[in-house]
Nanobody, 127 residues
Framework: QVQLVESGGGAVQAGDSLSVSCAAS????????VGWFRQAPGKERAFVAA????????TYADSVKGRFTISRANAKNTVSLQMNNLKTEDTAVYYC????????????????????WGQGTQVTVSS
C-alpha cells in the first residue's frame, strides 16, 4: 500500500497563502486519484479537494472554491494544495489520501472512498 506524507503546513495570518504537499513512498502516486481532507478541532474530517490520476479533473468544497488549487506532479510523485486568501476557518489538520479502486468522480467527496491516509499537517490561520 502506498505511504503518504504531508508537508508544508504552518502558522500564517488571514489573507496569506500556503502550499501543502503530499508525497508518496513505496509506490508511485501517478496511478491514483487523490483527495485532500481537513479536520478542525472538535469537528469531523471534511472534504477539501480531489484530483484524478491524470490531473485532468478536479473538484473542490464550496468553502474553498476559488481560493484553493489542487495539482499534481506525477514526475515528482507529489500532489499539492495551494491555499490562497486563507481564513481563520481554514485552521485544521490537512490530510491527503489515495482513492479506492471503486472511486468515481461522483463520490470523490466521500472519505470512505479513500483507503490510504497520511498523518496530516497542521495549518493554523490567525486573524
Amino acid at each position: 500500500q502506498v505511504q503518504l506524507v504531508e508537508s508544508g503546513g504552518g502558522a500564517v495570518q488571514a489573507g496569506d497563502s500556503l502550499s501543502v504537499s503530499c508525497a508518496a513512498s513505496g509506490r508511485t502516486l501517478s496511478g491514483y486519484n487523490v483527495g485532500w481532507f481537513r479536520q478542525a478541532p472538535g469537528k469531523e474530517r471534511a472534504f477539501v479537494a480531489a484530483i484524478n490520476w491524470s490531473g485532468s479533473w478536479t473538484t473542490y468544497a464550496d468553502s474553498v472554491k476559488g481560493r484553493f488549487t489542487i495539482s499534481r506532479a506525477n514526475a515528482k510523485n507529489t500532489v499539492s494544495l495551494q491555499m490562497n486568501n486563507l481564513k481563520t476557518e481554514d485552521t485544521a489538520v490537512y490530510y491527503c489520501a489515495t482513492a479506492r479502486p471503486s472511486w468515481r468522480t461522483e463520490t470523490a467527496r466521500a472519505a470512505e472512498m479513500y483507503d490510504a491516509w497520511g498523518q496530516g499537517t497542521q495549518v493554523t490561520v490567525s486573524s
